[in-house]
C-alpha cells in the first residue's frame, strides 16, 4: 500500500482518529476532545470543543517558534513597480495595528467586516486582523461590478467595509470609490463606516462615513488574538449557484485550520521555509487558502502578485516572478497559462530562467486541457499536477498528493481522492456506476473538516443544494468518472453554473442582466468551449416583438449591461437571436441541449420537449452566428 492509500484508508475507517492526529499539527489554545459530533442541525462538525486563532498560528506562532524574521509575505506588484518583503514579525505587527483599527471602528467577535480590495497586502493584513479578532471576513472580488458588491452586503450585513481608491487592471485604473458609493445606495443594508487605502495612482474623495487607511493605522494601538471556538466562522465567500442570488459559504476556524495545515503537507509537500506562489487573486477561494491562510499556517513564505501573466510587461512574467523569489511550489489556473503559451508558443521566454528551486506546478480552477497539460510537461521540469476543488470545500478534493509520495500524473485527470474525501460516481437514481461511466460526482459524508458547514443565514440553501439530491452525499455539482486506477476525471459541471477563464459563474445571474433589457422577451445563456477562456457565455435571446432596435445596438447595450452589473470578467460577449427557446413540455429551458449542440456533442432529443424542431433551427442559428465549435 502506498503512503496515500493507507492515509485515505484511515481517513475512510476511522475519520475521528485519522483526524484527531492530522490536529495535532496545529497550535491550538485548547485542544480538542471531540473530533467528529453532530451540530444543531445534525450535521457533522469537527474539534467542536477546541479553541484556537486563525491568524496567531499564521503570525505570532511562527515568532514564538524563532521564525520572527523569516519572510511571511512577498508584494510582487509588476503593475506599480513594486516588490515589498513582510517578516512574519512586520506582517504581525501590521495585522495587530489594523486589529486595532477595526476595534476602534467597534468590530467585534461575530461581527462581518467586508473587504473589496485589490492584490494589494492590505488585503491579507485586513483579512488576518479579522481573524485576529473573531470578526467574520468576507472578500468580495475586486472585479465584481456595484450590483454584485451590494447583493454580498446585504446578506453580509457588515459593519464595515474595506477599500482602496483603485485597482489597476493592465493600462487601466479602476475606481473603486463610486463602485463602492453605487453599491451602498442599492443595498437596503446600511454601511457607516468605510475605511479607504489611498493609492497615488487615483485619490479618492472621502465623504461622511469614510476613513482614511493610513490616518487610522497612524493612531491604531495593537490589540492581540482572542481564543476562538474551532466552530466559530472565520469568513464568508461568496459564490456563484444556479440562481442569480450568490451562496454564502461559511468556513470555521478550527476544521480550516486544520484542513490547510494538512493539505500542505500531504498535497504541496510544503515545509516552513519554503516559497509557495498560488498566482490567484484572494477574492477566490484559492486566494483565501493558498494566497493567505495555507501557506502561513504552514510557516511557507507566500507570494501576492499584482498583475496578469502576460502584458505585465510580457509573457514572461510568471518565469520571472518564479526565479526572483525561488518559489519551490507554484499553482494557478490553467487559463494563465494558455494565456501565456498563444503569446509565447515557443516559451523563448523561459529561456535562461533558473527554476532549480521549483518542485511542482499544480493547476486548478478548471480542468487542464490536455494540450496545456502537455506543453507544461514539455517546457517544465516538474510534475505538473491538476487537482479538483471547491469553493465549498476549501481545499482539494482530488490531486497528486506529493507529500504522500507522488503517483502517476495522468492527463485530463484531476489525480486520487484525498483522504477524507469518499468520492463516488452515481447516477440520478443514487446507483454507483462502474469505472468508465460518466455520472454525479459526489463525496459520501462525513465530509472532512474544512469544508461548508452551511450557507450563510440560509441552512436550508445548504441542505437543498448540496445534500437533498443523492441522500448520504455531498453533491459537488461536477459530472466526471473515474478510471480502473481510481484516478479521477471532473468533465464540467452538471447545473447551470460557468467556468469562465477560472471563474465561477452563474448563468441564472447573467440571465437575470440579460433579461432586464427592455427588448427582451425571454432568455438562455449557456457556457460555450472556448480556446483561451475555457468556457465563455453565450446569450440566446428571444425579442419582444415590434421594437426598433438593430442587432448590433441591441448586442452592445446587453455587453455594457453585463459589465456594469456583473463585472468585465463575466466576458459575455456573444449573443444570438432566435426565434423560439427549445423548452420542456413543462416550460423548462433546455440549456443543457443548447450547450451540447454549440458543443459539437451528439444530443439526445429529450421525450418531454415541446418541438423537436426547434433544435434544428437552434443548431442552423448557431451555424450562421458562429457560435461554438460546430464543425460543419
Ligand atoms: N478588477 C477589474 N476588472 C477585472 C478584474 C479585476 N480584478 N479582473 C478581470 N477584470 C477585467 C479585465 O480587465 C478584462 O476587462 P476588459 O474586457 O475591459 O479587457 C475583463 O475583466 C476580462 O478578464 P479576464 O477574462 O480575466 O481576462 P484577463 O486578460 O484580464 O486575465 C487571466 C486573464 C488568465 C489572467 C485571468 O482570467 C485569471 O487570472 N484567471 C484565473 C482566475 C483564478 O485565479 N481562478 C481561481 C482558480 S486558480
Ligand atoms: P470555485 O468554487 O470557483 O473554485 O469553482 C469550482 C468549480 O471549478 C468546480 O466545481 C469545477 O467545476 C471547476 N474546477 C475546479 N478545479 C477543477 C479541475 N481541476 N478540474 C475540473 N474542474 C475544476
Redesign the pocket.
Known amino acids: 500500500m502506498t503512503d496515500c492509500e493507507s492515509a485515505f484508508t484511515q481517513a475512510l475507517n476511522d475519520p475521528a482518529e485519522f483526524w484527531e492526529a492530522q490536529a495535532g499539527r496545529i497550535a491550538w489554545y485548547k485542544s480538542p476532545q471531540q473530533i467528529l459530533s453532530k451540530d444543531s442541525n445534525g450535521n457533522d462538525c469537527w474539534f467542536v470543543d477546541g479553541e484556537l486563532n486563525t491568524a496567531y498560528l499564521a503570525l505570532d506562532h511562527h515568532i514564538e517558534e524563532g521564525r520572527g524574521e523569516n519572510i511571511a509575505l512577498i508584494y510582487d506588484s509588476p503593475v506599480t513597480d513594486t516588490v515589498r518583503r513582510y517578516s512574519f514579525l512586520e506582517l504581525r505587527d501590521e495585522v495587530a495595528r489594523f486589529a486595532g483599527v477595526l476595534s476602534s471602528l467597534g468590530v467585534g467577535r461575530g461581527n462581518r467586516v467586508v473587504i473589496y480590495l ?1 492584490m494589494i497586502p492590505e488585503a491579507a493584513i485586513s483579512m488576518l486582523a479579522c481573524a485576529r479578532i473573531g470578526a467574520i471576513h468576507s472578500v468580495v ?3 465584481f461590478a456595484a450590483r454584485e458588491l451590494a447583493s454580498r452586503i446585504d446578506d453580509a450585513e457588515p459593519k464595515v467595509l474595506l477599500t482602496a481608491s483603485c ?1 489597476i ?2 493600462a ?1 485604473v ?1 475606481a473603486y470609490k463610486p463602485l463602492v458609493e453605487e453599491a451602498l445606495a442599492l443595498a437596503s443594508h446600511e454601511v457607516d463606516r468605510r475605511v479607504i487605502l489611498q493609492r497615488p495612482l487615483c485619490e479618492a474623495t472621502l465623504g461622511k462615513g469614510d476613513f482614511d487607511w493610513n490616518d487610522l493605522m497612524a493612531d491604531a494601538t495593537s490589540v492581540d488574538c482572542v481564543s476562538l471556538k474551532s466552530t466559530d466562522p472565520l469568513y464568508i465567500l461568496y459564490t456563484s449557484g444556479t440562481t442569480g442570488k450568490p451562496k454564502g459559504v461559511v468556513r470555521d476556524n478550527g476544521g480550516h485550520a486544520v484542513a490547510m495545515r494538512y493539505s500542505m503537507h500531504a498535497i504541496y509537500d510544503a515545509a516552513p521555509g519554503d516559497v509557495f506562489w ?4 484572494v ?5 483565501h487558502s493558498f494566497i493567505v491562510y495555507a501557506p502561513l499556517i504552514t510557516g511557507c513564505t507566500t507570494i501576492l502578485f499584482e498583475g ?3 502584458r505585465t510587461p510580457d509573457a514572461g512574467t510568471f518565469w520571472r516572478v518564479l526565479e526572483e523569489h525561488r518559489v519551490n511550489v507554484f ?3 490553467p ?2 497559462f ?2 501565456i503559451r498563444k503569446e509565447d508558443p515557443d516559451s523563448e521566454l523561459l529561456v535562461g530562467k533558473d527554476l532549480s528551486q521549483l518542485r511542482a506546478l499544480f493547476l ?3 480542468r487542464t486541457d490536455p494540450p496545456t497539460y502537455r506543453w507544461l510537461c514539455e517546457i517544465l521540469d516538474v510534475p505538473v499536477i491538476d487537482h479538483w476543488w471547491q469553493t465549498e470545500t476549501g481545499w482539494p478534493i482530488s490531486a497528486n498528493p506529493l507529500g504522500l509520495g507522488p503517483s502517476e500524473c495522468k492527463a485530463g485527470s484531476a489525480g486520487l481522492p484525498m483522504p477524507g474525501y469518499d468520492v463516488q460516481i452515481l447516477d440520478e437514481d443514487h446507483v454507483r456506476l462502474d469505472v468508465g461511466v460518466e455520472g454525479d460526482v459526489v463525496v459520501r459524508l462525513p465530509l472532512p473538516p474544512g469544508c461548508l458547514p452551511t450557507v450563510w443565514g440560509d441552512y436550508q440553501r445548504y441542505v437543498d443544494g448540496y445534500l437533498t439530491q443523492h441522500p448520504g452525499y455531498y453533491h459537488t455539482g461536477d459530472g466526471g468518472h473515474v478510471d480502473e486506477e481510481g484516478y479521477l476525471f471532473v468533465m464540467g459541471r452538471t447545473d447551470d453554473v460557468i467556468n ?4 465561477r459563474l452563474s448563468t441564472g445571474e447573467l440571465e437575470e442582466v440579460v433579461a432586464a433589457h427592455p427588448a427582451v422577451a425571454e432568455c438562455a445563456v449557456i457556457g460555450i468551449e472556448d480556446k483561451e ?1 475555457g468556457q465563455i457565455p453565450v446569450g440566446i435571446l428571444l425579442l419582444k416583438d415590434g421594437l426598433n432596435i438593430s442587432a448590433d445596438e441591441l448586442e452592445r447595450e446587453i455587453v455594457m449591461h453585463v ?1 456594469k452589473d456583473i ?3 463575466a ?1 459575455l460577449k456573444r449573443l444570438m437571436v432566435v426565434q423560439r427557446l427549445p423548452k420542456t413540455r413543462s416550460g423548462k429551458i433546455l440549456r443543457k441541449v443548447m450547450r451540447n449542440i454549440a458543443d459539437g456533442v451528439p444530443y439526445d432529443v429529450p421525450a418531454t420537449i415541446d418541438d423537436p424542431l426547434i433544435l434544428d433551427e437552434i443548431k442552423h442559428e448557431m451555424i450562421n452566428n458562429n457560435i461554438g465549435l460546430i464543425a460543419e
Do not use: M, Q
Open positions: 485589490p472580488f475586486g472585479g485597482g487592471e493592465l487601466n479602476i498560488a498566482a490567484s487573486d477574492g477566490w477561494v484559492v486566494g496578469k501573466p502576460v499553482f494557478t489556473a487559463t494563465a494558455r494565456a486548478a480552477g478548471e469562465v477563464a477560472g471563474h477562456k459589465r463585472g468585465a470578467f466576458n
